[in-house]
């Protein structure tokens, strides 16, 4: 019986890891914790079925027969079955906390050539510091997007501005909560080309859906070019930048139909600032308590004037205008 149980289990167990269920592996972690993920649940698929199958046969082998309501006769345990039963879960239980254990330590060994970025969060946007990498005014490159090289270790130092979030890139799988008040961090070597999505994983009010944005991996050259790419924008700013800082930073919390988004946590901007001069931009964007839209409640980070150069509020404001069909 026992042995049926077994082999059901493993059947099982094939089936199951043959399945595609886990998101593309794009990170050295990603297989670390995909060996952890898949350990686990064969032992517990295997256990699962040994347990069921033994219930089962018992409930259809022992079962009292039509007509008899007498109680069952009294028995006292078995001391040999109750130490065995004791002793596997524990076995495996403290295997699987102990392998996990060093998983984790070698998920987060951190080389000495690692990157930092910091991940920013806030309700409802991510936004990410990279403190080596200076732009226009000496401050940190920050961006909406997270753009990172790939092969290389890349230590995320991740906060919170209001509320608990969650820092999260699927295909990465290391998963980290952000927090107000302290910094908490995790360690991800990327090993494939391309685009994932970042996602918060940690319900956060209104725009916890829409709270998204993009990692995007590319190679050491492409990297360097995205760089000076980026400090040439903060030095000349304009139209076209405003409309990608408007998708990253703005676009989780604002419809605006030219720029193609849906948030609904903010006023919708093809109306709110139809026809709006560029000094009415400038100020809901720096300082956007001064001026609360009707329905709406005081809930826009403060702090735009601070993350943005110059050079970038005023390319957002040339863009915002242009969309709307503000003549200034
Ligand atoms: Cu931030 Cu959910």
Redesign the pocket.
């Known amino acids: 019986m026992t042995l049926v149980g077994v082999a059901v289990g493993v059947a099982l167990a094939i089936v199951a890891v043959f399945i595609p269920w886990l998101p593309d592996a794009a990170s050295e972690q990603a297989d670390i914790i995909d060996t952890v993920y898949w350990v686990v649940t064969i032992i517990c698929v295997v256990v699962f079925a040994v347990v069921a199958g033994v219930s089962a046969y018992a409930v259809y082998k022992f079962r009292a027969p039509p007509g008899d309501t007498d109680d069952g006769s009294p028995i006292h345990g078995h001391t040999g079955l109750e130490i065995v039963w004791t002793l596997i879960p524990t076995i495996l239980v403290t295997g699987i906390a102990v392998y996990s254990g060093v998983a984790l330590a070698q998920a987060e060994d951190l080389p000495p050539d690692h990157r930092v970025v910091q991940v920013n969060?806030e309700?409802?946007k991510w936004s990410f510091t990279y403190p080596d990498i200076e732009v226009e005014g000496g401050r940190p490159l920050t961006t909406g997007e997270l753009v990172v090289p790939v092969d290389q270790t890349v230590r995320f130092e991740i906060t919170s501005k209001d509320v608990i979030?969650s820092f999260w890139v699927p295909e990465w799988r290391m998963k980290q909560d952000a927090v107000q008040g302290i910094t908490t961090e995790t360690t991800v070597k990327p090993t494939e080309l391309g685009t994932f999505p970042v996602v918060?994983t940690?319900?956060?009010g209104l725009g916890?859906a829409l709270?998204r944005s993009q990692a995007v991996v590319l190679t050491p050259a492409d990297f360097e070019a995205w760089v000076r790419e980026q400090q040439r924008l903060a030095r000349e700013g304009g139209a076209v930048q405003g409309r990608d800082l408007f998708v990253a930073q703005c676009g989780s919390c604002h419809i605006l139909e030219d720029a193609g988004t849906q948030g609904q946590v903010g006023p919708n901007l093809d109306e709110a600032l139809q026809g709006a001069d560029a000094d009415f931009i400038m100020e809901s964007i720096v300082d956007p308590s001064a001026e609360i839209a009707e329905g709406y409640q005081d809930a826009m980070p403060g702090n735009f004037g601070e993350i943005f150069t110059e050079q970038q509020l005023e390319g957002l404001v040339q863009y915002l205008q242009e969309a709307t069909g503000g003549g200034g």
């Open positions: 969060s309700q409802f979030h918060c940690e319900l956060c916890h709270m």
